[in-house]
């Protein structure tokens, strides 16, 4: 069986001449596939299957093996590889894609928010404590984490006295806070809108918003206690990071 779709390299491992890569594709979502030979100089698919690599793939399935016949590459994202920290972030915009798309039939959405969030990075358009957080946000909105950030779960108030976040992934206004509660966060009114921007804004929009370096500061903060609560285990990528910046 042959499948022709669109896709990003997530992950790549060598093994001698040959890659076995982690792609997500437009079609088919997340895919396993060996690139025969590509670690060869002169590989039609050196170019075309390396990390971060954008690409129209040719799939070849039997069973559960997929080898890749033929890559085109649309962008290979190398302008990343010229500093240590763009390249840190990219691969941890990688490593949670691959975490949360598993199981995605079509990954349209996800792919979307990927490529945008990797050109935003290459580019310099956005810093990357604007870019990671919103990134996350909505990773988590699209795979069934999506943070509840309407009004207060406790009393439905708009929160006129002052809203916190929980990373149980709730608002909490500040009469309804218990004493001493963990995982909270107090919010601003500027950091409680980028939150909503990330989460319901139109997809093209995600990254389309502004706010000081403290309030992205504390999003920042905000974003990552919450996935990791959720998500319930460490990330090498995000460690890696995180020891850089």
């Known amino acids: 069986m042959h499948l022709s779709s669109e896709g990003i390299v997530l992950r790549d491992y060598c093994r001698d001449e040959d890659r076995i890569l982690t792609i997500l594709t ?26 971060l690599c ?12 997929c080898v890749i016949d033929r890559a085109e590459c649309l962008h290979s994202f190398f302008g990343l590889r010229a ?21 995605v039939a ?20 956005r810093s990357y404590d ?5 990134y996350e946000l909505r990773l988590l909105t699209f795979s069934g984490f999506m943070p509840d950030l309407v009004a207060c779960a406790e009393c439905a108030g708009d929160g006129a006295g002052g809203m916190n976040f929980s ?11 218990l004493p001493g509660a963990a995982g909270v966060y107090a919010l601003t009114p500027g950091v409680l809108a980028a939150m909503r921007h990330a989460v319901y804004s139109e997809p093209r929009r ?10 992205l500061r504390l999003l920042c ?25």
């Open 26 to 51: 437009r079609k088919y979502g997340l895919i396993t596939a060996f690139a025969n030979k590509a670690n060869r100089p002169r590989s039609p698919l050196t170019g075309s299957t390396e990390l």
């Open 206 to 215: 995600v990254f389309s918003f502004s706010l000081s370096d403290d309030g």
């Open 167 to 177: 990373t149980e992934g709730s608002l909490v206004c500040s009469q309804c806070l």
């Open 106 to 125: 079509e990954a349209d959405e996800y792919i979307n928010l990927i490529l945008a969030a990797l050109y935003n990075l290459e580019q310099k358009r």
């Open 221 to 245: 903060e905000i974003s990552e206690a919450f996935l990791l609560r959720q998500m319930e285990k460490t990330f090498t990528a995000l460690e890696f990071y995180r020891s850089l910046v």
């Open 83 to 103: 500093s240590v920290e763009d390249l840190a972030l990219a691969c941890w915009f990688a490593q949670l894609m691959g975490e949360l798309a598993f199981g």
């Open 54 to 65: 954008h690409s129209n793939f040719e799939i070849f399935r039997n069973r559960d093996r």
């Open 130 to 134: 604007l870019l990671k957080p919103a």
